[in-house]
């Protein structure tokens, strides 16, 4: 079990760093959701008895994070009909380096924190620090809304994960209402982009600049 | 619950929904208010005295600004009001919903549905410059709802890790506070600082509030700074209490009053010279944050102060948004360069704008008066004379600030009328915020028992070991 | 002794079928039929029956180069346990010589390309070169944590792991070492997406300039001991990437050609579906791949 968990959250390490340093939004869209879809599979390894409401849990992640937001996001990037280029403040090769140092400190801080014993040899908390780092940097580093749109996925992403140590604590309604929340935030975001979108006739929150000091 | 299934089938016409929806929720809340015994309490949802007081100002400032916006909405004829008044009364049910939440999931999800609910209600403009703010609205306050989630899973892994039984219903928390690991704790209790400091607008996280608050329209910026920011407060007084019951205040102590400190201070930098006054009244929108967290932060003696001024600033809150609301309109111009006079061209809301000026800013005989001089005697007899000092000196700052621009709004001539609206007072825009102002006045100079009764409950809740 | 035979006849009879795996998954992508799986033999064969034409500029280190090259591949190729197979040359330490032949075998492939004096060839080794600066230290890390997880600094052991197996907390690490040798992979093959190994007109090609003024039957060592890299390197991915083994020597070694043959077929996919790299953002997959060995060496120090 634990096996099967550590290495679906290294992959999704990896992925984190993918996401730094691709270019191609559709590319980022699409691992952001295999990312999503993973993580959806991660309730029932953490289980080791399945009950409906973790299989409801897991199904709704996976749809939700592996198909629906992604599909929503590809369409605002059609629509939108933006170049598909994401265009950080700080270069790719820093951004990578940032989100490396980011993941270990991940690594090593978690070491540090006070573990339940059967949490201690999963990558669970590193995994969920990391996540939530790489979405910080994403969402302070990109001026593309619909980039800055997957920072935040990351950011859910990696919370997600946390909320896995909780899985049994949580009553249901908590964990679908976090999916829900995702989903219309996620939804909502997404309107105002395709807004954005008409009113500036270009996705970059740098032109969002009029109101300042 | 109720409130919920009240606003969600009403959610098809007309804005004359929204006063009926309004004093049917109000007088349910005095109904809950007064028959406490009547109430079917579980768990998961219950009235306690802290949110009986948010449930009561959120009341009271949404009936009067759902008649305000009756007016409001009849002079926005060309536009369709539908989800402004659907989003609205969901606001309203999602706000008691905040407040009656005894379980930190629940309330978690309801205050983000807040952020959700209001959103719109920025964007009601749909100008490019409402876009910008609901935008920086939307993703700086996912973010820290995003971060306070994390702090409430920490908090419910604190539990884990000490082999208790893992829950997050309020009174469970409350009961084994004492236990709690205390990394995750401490951790949890930071981050969700951070995420609920970020709804409230505390500095450094108060980006959104100018853009939000200065864009929205004033009944908008009047819910968000007297009732979302009110809701937050409350969800972060919830595990103030945990922390406190676990013994941990001095370790809650050091960072709210450093956050109340810093957000006073970057509020009154930014307010002086500000010249949007609704920008302006955002910032001070900061400060008062900043005050009730500095309250919170000095504990104990400052509470009774602290929650008499989440109702005091709601209210004088109501009554600035409200009546700048009216000056924008009136002058077509937010900049203190082209608004002047206000009170000869709107001799009402003129005169209300600055009398909430002086409430805001503390001056006697209004309701802020007493709040702040009773955070102060507190700082005081808890000998936290720097602090104390500090807050005076920020406070005169403030008021230096606040009061260049609002006499330059107010006094003068009013200039020449190219861009004018043949816009005057009317009865809708204007009793509102005169009931508010009247209501700000009447704190000041006499707290009804009923009320006062209401706050010493609250802060003896708060001050228990259970 | 018959597992040495069947080691050394696998080596040397292997690796050009690789390549012919990979020309077929491509040619099915494309949707064409494709040259025979055995192209890569007749290619090497038409080659040495050719005649060489020198460069008068050229001197020794030009012919020298191929030569050495395709030994120290072979070397390497003797030094690496192939599935199941103990390697027929094992001490302890023999990682650095591997990890050395490498650099030899780089060192003469750019010396012989710099020595014709012709500016493509020195623009082809130096990009070989630069990248080979951020292969190495992946590569490395690789093999440390693979050390530090078997206890062992001789390859057989290292890459056969523990007798036991490689106790759970090994898995993440692993993962991380996998991809992050897989990438070295590419790179050091010179496949898609790090360079493309069918262009030979462009100045984008890193690998293929270098050999541009060789032909006849150097050429082909130069075909035969790239070939033969890929399978070495391959044979250690696999060991990291499908550590199981049946004890039966003829089922493990059938196991071994078939997963090499499926690795095959993965980098033919990869090179159908995948573009090649900006020659600027090649350092960021080969950085990646270094940083993802270290964090697999910092999972399992930690």
């Known amino acids: 079990m634990t096996d099967a968990l550590n290495a679906i959250l290294v992959i999704v ?36 008895h399945l009950t409906i409401s973790v299989v409801l849990t897991s199904v709704a992640a996976i749809v939700l994070k592996g198909v629906v937001i992604p599909s929503i996001m590809i369409r605002a990037l059609r629509d939108a009909e933006i170049k598909r280029e994401v265009e950080p403040l700080i270069g790719l090769l820093p951004s990578i380096m940032l989100g490396a140092l980011a993941t270990a400190f991940a690594l090593l801080f978690a070491g540090e924190l006070p573990l339940a014993g059967e949490h201690q040899s999963a990558l669970l908390v590193p995994t969920s620090i990391a996540s939530v780092l790489v979405g910080f940097i994403i969402l302070t580093s990109r001026f593309k809304a619909l980039s800055q749109v997957i920072g935040y996925l990351v950011l859910e992403n990696g919370i997600f994960i946390f909320g896995m140590l909780l899985i049994d604590a949580m009553p249901l309604l908590v964990e679908m209402g976090v999916l829900l929340d995702l989903f219309v935030g996620i939804f909502v975001i997404c309107i105002i982009v395709n807004h954005i979108n008409r009113a500036f006739s270009s996705l970059d929150t740098r032109l969002l600049a009029s109101l300042k000091e | 619950m109720a409130f919920v299934a009240l606003a969600i089938p009403s959610n098809r016409y007309r804005p004359l929904l929204l006063p009926i929806t309004a004093i049917a929720h109000t007088s349910m809340t005095v109904f809950a208010l007064t028959r406490p015994d009547l109430l079917t309490t579980n768990e998961w949802l219950m009235l306690d005295p802290p949110g009986r007081i948010v449930l009561l100002l959120v009341s009271t400032l949404f009936l009067l600004c759902s008649f305000y916006t009756v007016g409001y909405l009849k002079i926005k004829v060309d536009r369709s009001n539908r989800a402004f008044t659907a989003c609205l009364l969901s606001f309203i049910g999602v706000v008691s919903l905040v407040t009656w939440s005894h379980h930190l999931g629940l309330m978690w999800v309801a205050i983000e549905a807040t952020t959700l609910v209001t959103a719109p209600l920025i964007y009601f403009n749909q100008n490019q410059r409402s876009i910008e703010a609901t935008w920086k609205y939307l993703l700086i306050g996912s973010v820290g709802i995003a971060l306070a989630l994390l702090g409430t899973f920490f908090i419910a892994y604190a539990s884990l890790h000490e082999g208790l039984e893992s829950t997050l219903t309020f009174d469970d928390v409350l009961r084994i506070a004492p236990k709690l690991s ?54 972060l007084l919830r595990f103030y209490h945990i922390c406190h019951v676990a013994g941990d205040s001095d370790f809650t102590a050091k960072l709210l009053l450093f956050l109340g400190i810093f957000s006073m201070a970057l509020a009154g930098v930014f307010m002086v010279g500000q010249r949007d006054f609704k920008r302006m009244l955002a910032y001070s929108s900061v400060e008062h944050m900043g005050i009730l967290v500095l309250g919170l932060g ?44 206000a009170l000869r061209r709107l001799p009402l809301s003129g005169t209300l704008f600055l009398a909430g000026f002086l409430a805001i800013t503390g001056s006697p005989p209004f309701g802020p008066f007493i709040s702040e001089f009773a955070i102060l005697n507190g700082a005081f007899a808890a000998d936290r004379f720097v602090v104390a000092g500090l807050f005076l000196f920020l406070l005169l700052v403030v008021f230096i600030g606040m ?22 007072d009317g009865f809708l825009t204007a009793a509102p915020a005169l009931v508010c102002m009247l209501l700000v006045l009447m704190l000041g100079l006499y707290i009804p028992p009923p009320l006062r009764r209401l706050i010493e409950d609250a802060v003896l809740y708060l001050e228990a070991k259970p | 002794m018959t597992e040495k035979i069947i080691h050394v006849a696998l080596l040397l009879i292997l690796p050009p079928l690789l390549f012919g795996v990979i020309g077929k998954t491509k040619a099915w992508f494309a949707g064409r039929v494709g040259p025979p799986l055995l192209q890569p033999y007749y290619d090497l064969i038409k080659l040495a029956r050719k005649s060489m034409v020198f460069s008068r500029t050229t001197t020794w280190v030009f012919r020298a180069g191929p030569v050495v090259t395709l030994s120290a591949a072979l070397i390497a190729g003797l030094m690496v346990p192939l599935g199941a197979l103990d390697s027929p040359i094992a001490f302890t330490g023999d990682l650095i010589l591997f990890a050395y032949l490498f650099g030899l075998a780089r060192f003469f492939t750019t010396s012989a390309a710099l020595d014709t004096g012709s500016p493509f060839e020195g623009m082809g080794s130096a990009r070989e070169v630069t990248f080979a600066c951020l292969t190495e230290p992946a590569l490395f890390l690789a093999l440390l944590v693979l050390a530090k997880a078997s206890g062992s600094l001789m390859l057989t052991d290292l890459l056969h792991g523990p007798a036991e197996g490689f106790s759970s907390g090994m898995v993440a690490p692993l993962v991380l070492v996998g991809i992050g040798l897989f990438i070295v992979l ?79 077929i993965l980098i033919g996919t990869i090179e159908s579906v995948m573009a090649r790299l900006q020659m600027r953002h090649v350092p960021y997959l080969l950085i990646a791949a270094t940083l993802f060995c270290s964090f697999g060496f910092l999972l399992l120090v930690r």
């Not at chain 3, 270098?210 to 070939?227: E, Q, T, W």
Request: with cysteine.
């Open chain 1, 13 to 48: 390490l990896v992925m984190n760093l993918f996401v730094l340093g691709t270019s191609r939004i559709l590319a980022v869209i699409n691992t952001v959701a295999t990312q999503g879809a993973l993580l959806g599979v991660i309730p029932l390894l953490v289980h080791t």
């Open chain 2, 182 to 235: 205390k990394p995750w704790l401490h951790a949890g209790f930071i981050l969700l600082l951070v995420g609920y400091g970020t709804k409230m607008g505390l500095a450094p996280m108060h980006t959104w509030k100018p853009d939000a608050y200065g864009e929205a329209p004033g009944v908008v910026g009047a819910l968000l700074a007297g009732g979302v920011t009110s809701c937050a407060f409350l969800a």
């Open chain 2, 298 to 341: 000095i504990g104990g003696p400052a509470l009774f102060g602290t929650m008499l001024h989440v109702i005091t600033n709601g209210l004088t809150k109501g009554v600035l948004f409200l009546s700048a609301g009216n000056i924008h309109r009136s002058f077509g111009s937010k900049s203190t360069d082209q608004v002047r006079g």
């Open chain 3, 186 to 264: 590419l790179a050091e093959t010179c496949r898609i997406p790090v360079d493309d190994p069918n262009t030979h007109l462009e100045l984008t090609m890193i690998h293929e300039v270098m050999v541009l003024d060789h032909s006849g039957p150097l050429f082909g060592v130069i075909l035969y001991a790239s070939s033969i890299k890929m399978f070495v390197l391959g044979s250690v991915l696999l060991h990291v990437a499908f550590p199981f083994k049946t004890g039966e020597v003829w089922i493990d070694v059938s196991l071994f050609v078939l997963e090499i043959l499926f690795l095959s």
């Open chain 2, 403 to 424: 009061g260049a621009t609002v006499l330059h709004v107010v006094q003068g001539r009013a200039g020449p009328a190219e861009n004018q609206v043949p816009y005057r």
